[in-house]
């Protein structure tokens, strides 16, 4: 048996309160982000990346990801980057075409 | 850093095959979700006539749902936690905790649908307005059969069918629910909090 398939321990319940606490601060920044009137490349960039950060920690922390056996991610993280090439080529083409929809 | 021991399956590859599957449907939730939020992104510009979604957006409101949402995880994950240590009364305490916030956020976006179409924008106003209901009614149905799946682990713990060695349903309603979460996590940054370009 391959150490890494093996699930590990999962965290204790304080390292999950304090996960919640740094997502609610997360929220917070992201509203005050939007209304801070920054140019919009600064605003998308910063609304992604945070939104980014409070993504992995859900799913690293709240879901166990981090913690679960390796494979678990292959199915997950397989469909989320084939979902963000599908659509972001999509994407891409309606913008290049005629200017967009 | 442990609450519970780590475990090893019977299986070819030592992992839970149930949990392998729920890891592989919510990887094509991704596409599903995908695919509606694209479209949101392509027409969310195009208004014909009446408000388009900028216009009657409250991020207030939406934000306070999110944090809802957000708190919603932590009640689940500690819901796990507890039943994993076989404290059944816990377990049901934050189980009802995760389904009334649940039920808070359905209340939430029920009441600002109902806001939105009083001011015009409705899902046959605008191809915005369509991309916007449908996108958001999905995730929205999501977190009601998360609701009736919480209850119905409620139910079970509450006739004392719910034993820690069966604690491995509660994670995988709970691998649902976190990706309702992180769903929303996604939307309330792309949908709500992005600036929208100027109606075409």
Known sequence: MDAHQVDQAHPKEKLYVKVALWLALVTGIEIFISYAGLP????????VALSLIKFLAVVGYFMHLKFDARLLRKPFVGGLLLAITIYAIVLLAFTLHDGGV | MATHAAEIHDTSTGIDNTKLAMWTFLGSECLLFGALISVYLLYRGTVQAGPGPGDVFDIPFTSVSSFVLLMSSLT?????????RGDQHRTRIWLA???????????GQVYEFTVFVREGF????SSAGSAFFVLTSFHGAHVTLGIVMLLSLLGLSLQGKLPQERATAVEYVGLYWHFVDIVWVVLFTLVYLIPIPSPS
Do not use: C, E, H, P
């Open chain 1, 40 to 47: 919009d490349w600064i605003t998308i960039l910063s609304l």
């Open chain 2, 97 to 107: 905790a995760t389904a009334l916030l649940g039920m808070t956020f359905i209340s």
């Open chain 2, 76 to 84: 689940m994950v500690l819901a796990l936690a507890a039943i994993q």
């Open chain 2, 122 to 125: 409705t899902v046959r106003s």
